[in-house]
């Protein structure tokens, strides 16, 4: 039966045909698939390689970009900041809004459809949430919001331009200004607000510019600020350094192009020469408790973020109110007498004028050298001991006062050089014999906790240690810490007083 | 005491009974002078140790002086307050003031003798130059190096590398000018180079220090006496008092060498040897002082000048004389320096400076004869 036979092998050779194709389908497929995979796998790994550029400043992430169908998607919170918009996020509808200067996009999740201020948009890429962060087509959003999206292949990098088309106004606001006599004088300083570039010359007031979170904005500081600072306050150590606080590098300023100089002790030559150069420079001390809270809300007035700024002050304002409630209502006619000693020499007090002084006078505290006509006079050790002070406040600085850089403040480990330095008080012949000495009542304090931001936690440690009886329930170093976790993002650490209450 | 008389009896005419006579009574009255120099000077201390900021009456302050100097006196002891203000505070500063100015002013004299020019003293000569050099280093490395180790020593690396360095000063400038056969003008000139040189080096620490080292540094380079305690004039009196006592063993052959170099090696005077071991000791007294109390200007140059004035240029009254005197206007100073804006003070050489200059010029513009021969 041949026909039979010939059926079958055509069969056959059909079958053999098909399963060769099949099979070299299935290879086919199979390749491809691997292909994509190896794609993404190479698409994943390069960006985590890739850099967004924001003018020429990296934008950093918390979650790695990721590449899908040749487009970049990046953290939707990261980016938007960056451009400065405002982000608001809806659970509901899965939907995230960001708004700046009047432009607003919203953008659903794994839907390609996105509105920009009510207009439709077709995406290449969905919004989709990756690894529990909102990811967010990169080029869309940045054009949308007005900014220009270049890609560096080289760099392999997406370079955005012209972004925060921040707008940049003019304030005049008020500087207070202590004459070397102690007068308190009010300027009127005109200032760009927001401030892209600025040279901070105080310590304080690097402090509390992190507070605000406009670390970003300072471009250089003093090294005095590097040295007592550094430890904690990290950012400072990777700017450029113009020198001292009283007479900077003028060149160097000038040349660093800044928008405005935050000063608090620089020579007047020094500040005019800045002023002719067309630099703004505004005096700010925040280490003066009488001002302090106004100097924190001008700031930040200047940097745009009047909201820090509130939290920050009506945190400290709150905590000082309640000491001060505290001892008025349990000592409502009580003075101490106190010899106060800077950090910076041997008998030099302080007087109506210092920064420390309205601490002092909350506390129910006066410095025997109050009313010498000056803020911090140099006096006379044997007026100190005919005066008999009951109590001796004495302001340590690391690097001052012989206590060294690890002596006090974050990076001290233990209070050995603080017992010393109480010592050598105890010990000084006009000091013996006073009341303080008679009584151990010699207090030493952290400089930084005596003046500024934190002197609330001063104004605790100071408080039990003069009235333990009221302070009991009080413990100084749980409102310090929770300053350096709420403001510095830190964790708390060193030795900050001495005895500790 | 035999060569002055004859030299007296060779130049002066009239008989050597009369002239004899003269000079005795021209001594006397500079013993005399000197004599009552000394007893203002005792007063003023006694008048400094009874003001101050702390108000404790003279009666209080006399109990405490002789409670602790009359053995065995056991009078109603004053006020806790009144023996530690006078005995702690007042006397140990009042003496630091009187060994400071009598060790700057006494080098004064002795250099300018030396060198035989009115504008040397421990300033120009590079000394106070090379212990503020010493200082500073100390100051400034010292923080860098030791760290919080410094802290402890500080003090006294400060005052050891300031001695130091100060008498360093003189020697390098004393070779200096012994290259050139140790002629007079090599050494001033020498001084003032070396002076110039280390201020250089000061300005360049205080412009590589941080602001905490440069406080340090500008408190200690504005010189005063708060530093003052029983510690500090216990170090410090024997060698004032040795190298000044030496000194006035020299005063004779200073006398010689101001009549020229000839002269005085005729009168059997080494020159060389004698500026070799007058400048050591001047120097050791001057560099000691100043390490402790920072630069101290003025009384160096214009105290010993004062006294030529008072009391001639005789060197074994002019060495006495300056010592008392720059003690005294030292002690001023800084007691004005305490008490003018009490309980407040005024860095001392503010006030040396200016109760000295206007006495120092009233005195050039009233003298008429050139006493600077």
Redesign the interface.
């Known amino acids: 039966m041949p026909g039979r036979r010939l059926v079958f092998g055509l069969c056959m050779v059909f079958l053999l045909a098909g399963l060769l194709f099949c099979s070299g389908a299935v290879q086919n497929a199979q390749a491809s698939e691997t292909k994509v995979l190896l794609q993404q796998m190479a698409d994943q790994s390069r960006a985590a390689q890739i850099k967004v550029l924001l003018d020429g400043k990296e934008i950093s992430m918390d979650v790695r970009p990721v590449i899908e169908n040749g487009r970049t998607l990046v953290p939707l919170r990261a980016i938007f900041e960056a451009l400065g918009a405002r982000v608001s996020w809806d659970g509901s509808t899965k939907t995230a809004t960001a708004v700046r200067d009047g432009t607003e996009i919203r953008l659903v999740i794994d839907s390609d459809a996105a509105l920009k201020n009510g207009e439709k948009k077709r995406l290449d890429v969905p919004a989709r949430i990756h690894d529990g962060r909102t990811l967010v087509p990169l080029r869309f959003v940045s054009e949308a919001l007005g900014a220009r999206v270049d890609w560096d292949a080289a760099a392999y990098a997406v370079i955005i331009t012209g972004a925060p088309a921040e707008t940049q106004k003019w304030l005049t606001v008020t500087e207070h200004f202590v004459t070397p006599e102690g007068r308190i004088e009010k300027n009127a300083v005109r200032v760009p607000s927001p401030p892209k570039r600025v040279v901070v010359l105080g310590t304080y007031q690097a402090e509390i510019i992190k507070c605000l979170g406009k670390e970003d904005r300072v471009a250089a500081v003093t ?2 600020i590097k ?1 007592l600072r550094g430890s904690w306050l990290q950012y400072v150590m990777n700017l450029p350094s113009v020198g ?2 009283s007479t900077p590098d003028v060149e160097k300023i000038i040349g660093l192009k800044p928008d405005l100089v935050l000063d608090w002790a620089m020579k007047p030559e020094i500040k005019n020469q800045l002023v002719r150069a067309g630099i703004p420079v505004l005096r700010l001390y925040g280490y003066n408790s009488k001002f302090l809270l106004e100097e924190i809300q001008t700031l930040g007035l200047i940097f745009n973020s009047q909201e820090r700024a509130l939290i920050y002050t009506s945190y400290i304002d709150g905590h000082l109110r309640t000491v001060r409630e505290k001892i008025n209502s349990a000592y409502p006619g009580r003075k101490t007498d106190v010899y106060y000693e800077t950090s ?4 030099g007090s302080v007087g109506i004028g210092s920064g420390v002084q309205p601490l002092l006078e909350m506390l129910k505290c006066k410095s025997i ?1 109050e009313d ?1 006509g ?1 803020a911090n ?10 005066k ?1 002070p009951p109590v001796v406040i004495k302001s340590v ?1 690391s ?2 006062s ?6 006090i403040g974050y990076e001290a480990q233990s209070n050995g ?1 603080l017992i ?1 330095l109480q010592q050598r008080i105890m010990s000084r ?2 000091l ?2 006073t009341g303080a000495v008679k009584h151990k009542r010699v207090y030493l304090i952290s400089s930084e906790l005596s003046n500024g931001p934190r002197s609330v936690v001063g104004a605790y440690y100071l408080a039990k240690l003069l009235y333990p009886e009221i302070f009991r329930d009080v413990d100084p170093e749980a409102v310090h810490r929770e300053m350096f976790d709420k403001f510095y993002g830190r964790e708390l650490k060193g030795i900050w007083v001495y005895p500790q209450p | 005491m035999g060569v002055p008389a004859t030299v007296a009896e060779a130049a002066a005419p009239g008989g050597p009974a009369e002239i004899r006579e003269i000079y005795s009574r021209y001594t006397a009255r500079k013993i005399l002078l000197l004599a009552g120099l000394g007893i203002l000077l005792a007063g003023m201390g006694l008048f400094a140790s009874t003001t ?5 009456g003279v009666a209080d302050v006399w109990r405490v002086v002789a409670g602790k100097v009359v053995p065995g006196y056991s009078l109603a002891p004053a006020s ?2 009144a023996g ?2 006078v005995w ?3 006397i140990p500063r009042i003496f630091l003031a009187v060994l400071t100015g009598m060790s700057l002013a006494g080098a004064g004299a002795v250099m300018q003798g030396l060198l035989r020019n009115p504008l040397v003293c421990p300033y120009t000569l590079g000394l106070s130059g090379g212990a503020a050099f010493g200082a500073a280093l100390a100051i400034v490395l010292g ?1 860098n190096i030791l ?6 020593a ?1 003090n006294y690396i400060i005052v050891t590398n300031a001695f130091f360095f100060g008498c360093l000063t003189m020697l390098f400038v004393y070779a200096i000018s012994r290259l050139k056969g140790g002629v007079p003008e090599t050494l001033l000139l020498g001084g003032v180079a070396i002076g110039y040189l280390f201020s250089a080096g000061v300005s360049a620490l205080k412009y590589i220090s ?3 080292a ?2 340090d540094l500008v ?1 200690w380079l504005m010189g005063g006496l ?1 530093g003052a ?1 029983w510690e500090t004039v216990m170090l410090l009196f024997p060698l004032v008092v040795v190298c000044m006592t030496v000194l006035l063993r020299y005063a004779w052959d200073l006398n010689a060498l101001g009549a020229g170099e000839e002269v005085a090696a005729s009168l059997g005077v080494n020159v060389r040897r004698l500026r070799l071991v007058c400048l050591i000791l001047a120097t050791l007294a001057a560099s000691g002082t100043i390490a402790f109390t920072g630069i101290i200007g003025f009384v160096g140059l214009v105290g010993p000048h004062i006294c030529r004035f008072i009391i001639g240029g005789d060197n074994r009254f002019l060495i006495p004389c300056a010592c008392i005197a720059g003690g005294a206007l030292l002690l001023l100073a800084d007691t004005m320096a ?1 008490t003018v804006f ?4 005024v860095p001392v050489g503010i006030l040396t400076s200016l109760i000295g200059a206007p006495f120092f010029i009233y005195l050039l513009i009233k003298k008429k004869r050139r006493y600077w021969s």
């Open positions: 090294d005095s040295n001292s606080a910076m020499n041997d008998w050298a010498l000056l006079p140099r006096v006379s050790p044997e007026w100190v001991a005919a008999n600085s690097g001052y012989g206590v060294g850089g690890k002596g050089e010393a012949p006009a013996k014999i | 101050g900021a702390a108000a404790i806790e307050l530690t203000v702690e505070l007042r923080k760290g919080g180790y410094f802290n402890i500080g941080n602001e905490e440069l406080k408190v708060w305690s305490r009490s309980p407040v003070e």
